[in-house]
C-alpha cells in the first residue's frame, strides 16, 4: 500500500469497511470529517459473502407486521419487540435508498424479485442472483470512495480505544497502521467490525472475521449481550481442500432437498417443514444425523441436491454457486453437493440502542458486532444485511458534542521496539500455534451440541493460553503503551505479524466470552444447544449480559 498521511484527529472514526461500516459512513454529515478503517481493503467482508438476499416486506401481500411476527418467532423469545418494529417498518424505505445508490437488485420486469427463504412466511427476500452481499458492497464502495469527506485507511486494524480517564468517554482508537502504532482522536468512534466466526474451526465467514470490535470493546468496559447465541449455518460445503463456502438458504427456498447417503429427505425426522425449518433446527438435524450415521462425523457430511429446480432458474438464481461448485469438481445440475453445518452468524454483541448508541459515551456499534435485539436467539434469514443498512442510515443522526470536535490531543514520546530474531521466531510459533489450536477447542467444546463438562474444560484451557500469551515479549511491550503513546516496531514482516499478534488475542477474548456466556445459560434455546439441559426453559426467557468478567442476566422478557 502507499504511504498516506492521516490526520491526528477526524470527527467520526468508522471500524470496519462491510455493509454496516460502509453505509454508517455514507450516512454520517457530510459537514464531519469521517474516517473509514479497514484492516484489509474496501471489499474484503463478511457482507461481501452475503448471498441469499435481504429482507424487506416490499410485496402487496405482504406487511411490516408480517415481517415482525416471522422475526420475532424465529428469535425464539428474546427479541426486543421494538427493535423488531424499527428494523421491518423502516426496511422498505432502506431497500430505496440503496436502488437510488445504484445496487442493481434482480427484477421481474419492473418489479423487484423476491424469494422465499427459511422461516419467512412470505416471499419478501431481494436478491441480485446469489452475489447480493457483493453487489451492495460494491456500490456502497464506490459511493464511499466518491466522498470528499471520507477518509478511508486500508490495512490498518484498531487496537483499542482510546479512553478519556477522567470522564471514561471514548475519545478515540489506538491504531496499527503502516509499522507504527498511533492514536488517532475522534468526537465518536463506530465499531462496525462484523462477526467472530473464525474463533470456530469450521464458518463460513472470512478470514478477517475475528470479533475485533466485541473484544474491544469488552475490554474498555462495554456491556455485552447474549454472546452464546452463535447460528450454525446448516449447508456449508464440504469438501477437503475447499473453503467452508455458504450454500445459501435460498437454495432450498427455491426447492432443493436435503438428503442423506440414502437419498432420504431425514430433515423431515426432526421438523415437520423439513429442510426449510429455522436453522438451528436443520444444523442441529445434520449433526444428530451424522452422529448416529457416520464413521467420524466431525468430517462427514450429507448432500443437498438442486436438481428439484429447474435448470433454467439454477442458471438464473444460483451463477456464483454453480461456478464454485464447479471449481471445487462438483456439477450441480447432475450431483448433489457435500455440505455440513458451520459457524455463521453471531446474534450477540455490544449492546446498542436504536441509535447504535453504547453503555460508553461516544462508542457506537452497528451491524453483526452489535447487540440492538432485531435478532434475539436466532436470526431469521436475510434479516442480516437489513440491519447493516436500517442501523447505518440512524447514524445521520449522530449527536456529536461541540467541544470535542477538533480539538488536538496531545501525544506521548514515541517507543520502539526491537527483538532478537530468535526470540521473535520462538513468538511467532507460539502464536500461530495458538491460532490453530484455539478454533478447534471452541468447534468442540461451543459448536452445535455443548455441555457443561466440555464447556469448563474449554475455559480452563482458554485462561492458561490467555497466560502464555500475555507473556509474550510483544504483548508485554505492547500492553504497557501509556494512552497517547505512539510506538514503532521494528521487526520483520511487521504488517502481518502484528496483525496475527491483534487477531490473537481478541480471538481468546472471545473465546473466554461466549464459552462462559455458554456455560452461564443452563437452557437450550435458538443458536445455543446445551446436551445436558435439552429443553428450553421460562426462567431463561431472558438476556445475559456481560461487562469487565461479571455476568448477570435480564428480567423474564414478554414474550
Known sequence: MPQIDIPSQFDVLVVGAGAAGLYTALCLPESLRVGLITKETVSLSASDWAQGGIAAAVAPEDSPSLHIDDTIRAGAGLCDRASVEFLAQNAPSCIQSLVNLGVAFDRHGNALALTLEAAHSRNRVLHAADTTGREVTTTLTAQVLRRQNIQVIQQALALSLWMEPQSERCQGISLFYQGEIRWLGAGAVVLATGGGGQVFAQTTNPAVSTGDGVAIAARAGAILRDLEFIQFHPTALTKQGADRFLISEAVRGEGAHLVDNEGRRFAFDYHPAGELAPRDVVSRAIFSHLQRTAADPATAHVWLDMRPIPPEKIRHRFPNIIKVCQHWGIDVFTEPIPVAPAAHYWMGGIVADLMNRTNISGLYAVGETASTGVHGANRLASN???????????????????????????????????????????????????????????????????????????????????????????????????????????????????????????????????????????????????????????????????QKNHWWKSPILNA
Open 384 to 546: 442480516s444485511l437489513l440491519e447493516c443498512i436500517v442501523f447505518g442510515a440512524q447514524m445521520a443522526n449522530i449527536d456529536l458534542p461541540a467541544d470535542e470536535l477538533h480539538s488536538d490531543l496531545p501525544m506521548l514520546p514515541l517507543r520502539e521496539f526491537h527483538s532478537d530474531v530468535g526470540e521473535w521466531h520462538r513468538q511467532q510459533a507460539q502464536l500461530e500455534a495458538l491460532r490453530q489450536k484455539l478454533p478447534r477447542l471452541v468447534w468442540q467444546s461451543a459448536g452445535i451440541c455443548r455441555s457443561q463438562s466440555g464447556l469448563e474444560a474449554a475455559i480452563t484451557t482458554v485462561e492458561s493460553w490467555q497466560q502464555d500469551f500475555a507473556a509474550l515479549t510483544l504483548s508485554q511491550f505492547l500492553l504497557s503503551l501509556n494512552p497517547a503513546q505512539p510506538a514503532r516496531l521494528e521487526l520483520p514482516d511487521v504488517e502481518r505479524q502484528l496483525r496475527l499478534w491483534a487477531e490473537t488475542r481478541n480471538l481468546l477474548d472471545v473465546a473466554d466470552l461466549i464459552l462462559k456466556s455458554a456455560v452461564f445459560r443452563t437452557e437450550s434455546r435458538g443458536g445455543h444447544y446445551r446436551l445436558d439441559y435439552p429443553e428450553t426453559d421460562f426462567d431463561w426467557q431472558a438476556h445475559t449480559f456481560v
